[in-house]
Structures are given as structure tokens and as C-alpha cells.
């Protein structure tokens, strides 16, 4: 069993940066793809960004527009993602997911393992 931690919300202006972060406990966390969706209010939930075992392959949502960065630490079994130039619109609750690479950047459903959440909000 993988348990996913995530921290690191919180609010900030437009125009500004944010990193969240997330810790995976479990004897296979470190053999899983992990990466991040997230789900605004009244809105279906979001693929954001994933990153691949090693670190090496990464894939982003097409409204990330070279904003977000995702990299992992497999010494301190985490994975990051910084958010730069962020809109009223990247407002959500963000979600740290772990899987197969292909179930999170191909099917992008059925995944095994996610966060609580927490919550990211931009003001205009």
C-alpha cells in the first residue's frame, strides 16, 4: 500500500509562484510514476502533470503552457511541483497521484493511489 502525503498549498496573487509537494510512504512508491491532477469547483478532475520512476520522463496538460514544473527526490521519496506565473484560473485542490506511467499519461483513469489533497488558490 502507497500513502501520499501532500503539503505545501496555500494562497497567492496572480502573477505569482507556488511549489506543492507531495511524500509517498510504501515498500513500491519508488517504483511507481507519481504525479498530480486537480479539480476546481463544479469542474471534472484535471491531469496536470506526472513524472516517470527515475525521474527522466515528464508530461504535462496542455493548459500548462511550459508554467509548471514537476521533478521528484526518490532519496526523500517525493515529488515537487512548482508553479510559476499562475492565474485565478489554476485555483483547485491539487492532488498527488501514483500509478503505472501509462495509467497516469495515457488513461488518466483507474489510478491506484492518491493524496488528500490541498488546496491551491490564486487571487486576481
Known amino acids: 500500500q502507497v500513502q501520499l502525503a501532500e503539503s505545501g498549498g496555500g494562497l497567492v496573487q496572480a502573477g505569482g509562484s507556488l511549489r506543492v509537494s507531495c511524500t509517498a510512504s510504501?515498500?513500491?512508491?519508488?517504483?511507481?510514476?507519481m504525479g498530480w491532477f486537480r479539480q476546481a469547483p463544479g469542474k471534472e478532475r484535471e491531469f496536470v502533470a506526472a513524472?516517470?520512476?527515475?525521474?527522466?520522463?515528464?508530461y504535462y496538460g496542455d493548459f500548462v503552457e511550459g508554467r509548471f514544473t514537476i521533478s521528484r527526490d526518490n532519496t526523500r521519496n517525493t515529488v515537487y511541483l512548482q508553479m510559476n506565473s499562475l492565474k485565478p484560473e489554476d485555483t483547485a485542490v491539487y492532488y498527488c497521484?501514483?500509478?503505472?506511467?501509462?495509467?497516469?499519461?495515457?488513461?488518466?483513469?483507474?489510478?491506484?493511489?492518491w493524496g488528500q489533497g490541498t488546496q491551491v488558490t490564486v487571487s486576481s
Open positions: 510504501g515498500s513500491t512508491s519508488s517504483s511507481l510514476a
Open positions: 513524472v516517470s520512476r527515475s525521474g527522466g520522463n515528464t
Open positions: 497521484v501514483a500509478d503505472e506511467w501509462w495509467t497516469l499519461v495515457v488513461t488518466k483513469a483507474g489510478i491506484t493511489h
